[in-house]
């Protein structure tokens, strides 16, 4: 498994279950895993119960650690925010008081998107009857010279309700 | 200032008489849950419900009349009328004209393109119903 330009590389018990991950250079482990029941992983779905016996919360594809606060490794669909890398477009900017519980951003419709779609990463805009993402409906707007703050106010009237 | 629930009442109640009173043509402004900001003319009235067009996605939205409620197609959040406060004059021929624009005008990406004029009604809408 490779993660940040790091390899790391999983342990297996006798039954074959991964149960933790160690640093391909350090060989210290960055993630591990044990079990509550006999021989039985404890999966959890992506809102992150807590792993019984090692603290850590696990998803579908990555852990996340309690004890000190941090994912063990990147996002795999890695951080995407706009042009000028603000990570809570996704939330308008208001990542206290909106959510996205569904990841509701949809495949980006204008074909000159530079990303190529941005499933479920940007909040998405319907601008001529199509939806795209945040940095086309800047673009196809003109709106790119205005500062930060009046772009939000005017893709707010362009957001997907 | 903290709004006490009373006061909350009571515009509330006074937004709804005035929702009644919204006819064709008219302007207002809506939120969706999502906090996306609607900006609505309206096409046509009945006694149950307001018939309205958002005018920056020209989006149809069907209201109800009586609690200025929207419903959500699948896909789609809620949204509820916040004002119906009157736009100065020049802003709503501003925005009648970005209605006319992108219902008539060219459907392409290319055409969205907003003018000056557009842009700052649009900044002055946002301050105008965020009182």
């Known amino acids: 498994m490779s993660s940040e330009n790091?390899?790391?590389?999983?342990?297996s018990c006798s039954s074959a279950a991964v149960t933790s991950f160690k640093d391909g250079q350090s060989y210290l482990e960055s993630a591990e895993y044990s079990y509550v029941h006999q021989n039985l992983l404890s999966f959890v779905d992506e809102f992150g119960l807590p792993h019984l016996a090692s603290a850590l919360k696990l998803t579908w594809f990555r852990a996340y650690s309690s004890d000190i606060?941090?994912?063990?490794?990147?996002?795999?669909l890695e951080e995407h925010g706009d042009s000028i890398d603000n990570l809570y477009t996704y939330v308008l900017l208001d990542p206290l008081n909106k959510i996205d519980p569904l990841g509701h951003a949809y495949q980006c419709q204008d074909a000159n998107c530079s990303t190529g779609g941005t499933?479920?990463?940007t909040a998405m805009y319907c601008v001529s009857g199509r939806n795209i993402c945040r940095d086309c409906a800047v673009k196809r707007l003109g709106v790119e010279d205005e500062s930060g703050a009046e772009q939000e106010k005017t893709l707010r009237l362009f957001l997907r309700r | 200032m903290v709004e006490k629930d009373g006061d909350k009442n009571i515009s509330d109640r006074a937004l709804m008489e005035k929702i009644k009173l919204l006819e064709v043509f008219d302007i207002f402004h809506a939120e969706s849950q999502?906090?996306?900001?609607l900006i609505c003319i309206v096409v046509g009235v009945d006694s149950r419900k307001i018939y309205?067009?958002?005018i920056t996605t020209q989006e149809n939205c069907i209201f109800d009349r009586e609690t200025g409620l929207a419903d959500a197609a699948p896909g789609e959040s809620e949204a509820i009328i916040k004002s119906v406060s009157p736009l100065p004059i020049e802003i709503y021929q501003t925005m009648i004209g970005l209605d006319r624009r992108y219902r008539l005008g060219g459907k392409s990406l290319g055409d969205a393109k907003l003018t000056d004029?557009?842009?700052?009604?649009?900044?002055?809408?946002?301050?105008f119903?965020?009182?």
């Open chain 2, 34 to 37: 999502n906090g996306a900001s």
């Open chain 2, 129 to 131: 119903y965020s009182n």
């Open chain 1, 69 to 76: 606060g941090r994912w063990l490794s990147r996002d795999r």
């Open chain 2, 52 to 54: 309205a067009r958002r």
């Open chain 1, 119 to 121: 499933y479920g990463k």
């Open chain 2, 117 to 127: 004029n557009e842009k700052k009604a649009l900044l002055f809408i946002d301050e």
């Open chain 1, 6 to 11: 790091r390899l790391h590389f999983s342990a």
